[in-house]
Each structure stands twice: as C-alpha cells, then as structure tokens.
C-alpha cells in the first residue's frame, strides 16, 4: 500500500521569508499525481498545487512550487514571501493509478505551518 | 458551477445513539463521491468511495455505513456511535477520471 510521510508536525515562519515543506511517499508505481492541499482555521481543504509523475519540471504556482525527485520519492513544498494568509495545515497527498474510474487519494499526517508577522 | 454541500457543521451526540450525515453536490452528473474522517493529530483517512448509485466501496473495517440513494447524495450512517467514531468528517468529490477532489466543510461529530 502506498504511505505519504510528513516529517515535520510544525513549522514556523517569518512573514515574507520563504519556508519549505517536506513529504515522502512510498510506491511502485511509475505514473501517479501528488498534491499539496491546504487546510486554514475554516478546516475547508483547498488544492495548493500538483505535480504529474512522468512531468521533469517542477510544478509552480504563484508563490508557491515544488521539488519533485522522483528517484528520491521526495515532494517538497517551497512557499515564498510567506504571508499571513498562508497559515494553516498542509497535507501531502498521493494518488494512486486508477480502479475503474475511481483515483483514491492518501494523505500525509499534515504540517502545521505558523506564520510569524 | 458544481457546489458541494455538507451538513449538519457541527454534531454532538451520544454513545450508542444512530448517525447520519449527509453531502449532496450540484452542478455534475455522476460524480465520484467519498467520505474521509480527520481525526485530532492525523491525517485524512479514507473510508469510502462511491462511482455510481448505489455502488459503495469500503475501506476500513469500521461502525460506519455508506450509501448513495441517488446520483448526487452521498449519506454516512451508523446504528451505534462510539467514542472512537469523535472526528472530523469530510466529504468530497471528483469527476470520473478526475484527478482533482474538491471537499465540502465538513461535519465535527463529538461522541460523548
């Protein structure tokens, strides 16, 4: 079975610094998507960024991008100019190749991420 | 749009007593539909899925039921609450092939 492993339970970081998120997964699979979603205080998940498998190029969104080592199995999150806005946890999430027409997401235990004014 | 809805936000009921909560999205035909608990300290942990009416597939062994009545209903249940069922449950949805879950707000069930 596949596992998303976050290491880091807490981060903290100064407004407008940038901070760098860490997640591992374990799988077989040569083609599957990973995700980063984001969960403020409202507890309503919202999809941050993802990055395809077979893509080299690292995923960018805004002020936020990704180190993708698919060799390593490492998918870590670089948030730049951090802002107020930004706290809150962040899950790593990998998706499987499909079972029909269903794709099933597993979540990492999360990150909570402090941003200090 | 598609819009997802969730309710009730907040649930607080007994040991022992019957649940059931409830997600109805608008806006798509054939949704695939989940159920995921969140609780304290962990991640989000996938219970079940559905790809069409009344096509429910279980995850973890567990007291709770699904059932999908109609296309975009999705319904958690359970006869008997426990303290271990305390958590954080969201629902969510994908179109079929889709690689994107958009959740609803959620539900915080306390057992007491």
């Known amino acids: 079975a596949q596992t998303v492993t976050q290491s880091q339970p807490e981060m903290s970081v100064q407004e407008a610094e940038t901070v760098t998120l860490s997640c591992t997964y374990d799988t077989s699979e040569s083609d599957y998507y990973l995700f980063w979603y984001k969960q403020p205080p409202s507890r309503q998940m919202i999809l941050v960024i993802r990055?395809?498998?077979?893509?080299?190029q690292n995923a960018t969104e805004n002020r936020f991008s990704v180190n993708f080592q698919k060799a390593a199995k490492s998918f870590s999150l670089k948030i730049s100019d951090s802002q107020l806005g930004d706290a809150a946890m962040y899950f790593c999430?990998?998706?499987?190749?499909?079972?029909?027409?269903?794709?099933?997401?597993?979540f990492g235990k999360g990150t909570l991420l402090t941003v200090n004014p | 749009s598609q819009t997802i809805h969730q309710w009730p936000a907040t649930l607080v009921q007994p040991v022992g007593s019957p649940l059931s909560l409830e997600c109805t999205v608008e806006?798509?035909?054939?949704?695939?539909l989940y159920w995921y608990r969140q609780a304290a300290g962990r991640g989000l942990q996938l219970l079940f899925y559905?790809?069409?009416?009344?096509?429910i597939s279980s995850e973890v062994p567990q007291n709770l039921s699904a059932s999908r009545p109609q296309d975009r209903q999705f319904i958690l249940s359970s006869k008997k609450l426990l303290l271990s069922d305390s958590g954080f449950y969201l629902c969510?949805?994908?179109?079929?092939?889709?690689?994107?879950?958009?959740f609803g707000s959620g539900t915080q069930l306390s057992v007491l």
């Open positions: 990055q395809e498998a077979y893509k080299q």
């Open positions: 999430a990998y998706r499987s190749p499909p079972v029909g027409s269903n794709y099933k997401l597993t």
């Open positions: 969510a949805w994908s179109v079929p092939w889709g690689e994107k879950l958009f």
């Open positions: 806006g798509t035909s054939n949704p695939n």
């Open positions: 559905s790809v069409g009416i009344g096509q």
